[in-house]
T-cell receptor, first 115, second 110 residues
Framework: KAGVTQTPRYLIKTRGQQVTLSCSPI?????VSWYQQTPGQGLQFLFE???????NKGNFPGRFSGRQFSNSRSEMNVSTLELGDSALYLC??????????????FGPGTRLTVT | GQNIDQPTEMTATEGAIVQINCTYQ??????LFWYQQHAGEAPTFLSY????GLEEKGRFSSFLSRSKGYSYLLLKELQMKDSASYLC???????????FGTGTRLQVTL
């Protein structure tokens, strides 16, 4: 079974631009969560989507948004980029219900650099 | 608020046993997770505790005390490949919403 895939793997943007990151979960997984990882703050929860609906949200400004499609693929968008948005953005998928639904599988991440 | 503490760095010798502690203060608790993350790679799931006690899985064991807000990850028969960061995380909502500690970087030496 293929793992979680994220595209692109690396991205360089300038301040003020916007960016869209994509995540394809493991087949059959319906929940997708997004995290931001930085050396200073560690892993921080952004939001979770399930059945095309945002189910949970972390403490990030409204510049960070996301969505989920009917095939469970998810995108996150960051508008008006700031230098502090430079980070590794990780996507994780899980079953959401039944079995080991608590177990999240992480993708390789998208490394975003804002200059 | 949410607060999860774990040591920043630890060093241990190949073949030894190491215990990585995690204390937490969170509003709500639905389970505690341990993840392993090698440099430049994604985190991988190690263990999940929701009830008090010890969960054993091969060379790795995880312990939880909910009344004390305390957990530890025990790694036995350390191998060089165990050099990685170990992340403690608490679920306060659905299991897909995790609050992570900053991680413990473990260095295994010869």
């Amino acid at each position: 079974k293929a793992g979680v895939t994220q595209t692109p793997r690396y991205l360089i943007k300038t301040r003020g631009q916007q960016v869209t990151l994509s995540c394809s979960p493991i087949s059959g997984h319906r929940s997708v969560s997004w995290y931001q990882q930085t050396p200073g703050q560690g892993l921080q929860f952004l939001f979770e989507y399930f059945s095309e609906t945002q189910r949970n949200k972390g403490n990030f400004p409204g510049r960070f948004s996301g969505r989920q499609f009917s095939n469970s693929r998810s995108e996150m968008n960051v508008s008006t980029l700031e230098l502090g948005d430079s980070a590794l953005y990780l996507c994780a998928s899980s079953l959401a219900f039944g079995g080991n639904s608590y177990e999240q599988y992480f993708g390789p991440g998208t490394r975003l650099t804002v200059t | 608020g949410q607060n999860i503490d774990q040591p920043t760095e630890m060093t241990a010798t190949e073949g030894a046993i190491v215990q990585i502690n995690c204390t937490y203060q969170t509003s709500g608790f639905n389970g505690l997770f341990w993840y392993q993350q090698h440099a430049g790679e994604a985190p991988t799931f190690l263990s999940y505790n929701v009830l008090d006690g010890l969960e054993e899985k091969g060379r790795f064991s995880s312990f939880l005390s909910r009344s004390k807000g305390y957990s530890y990850l025990l790694l036995k028969e350390l191998q060089m490949k165990d050099s990685a960061s170990y992340l403690c995380a608490v679920s306060t909502g659905t299991a897909s919403k995790l609050t992570f500690g900053t991680g413990t970087r473990l260095q295994v030496t010869l």
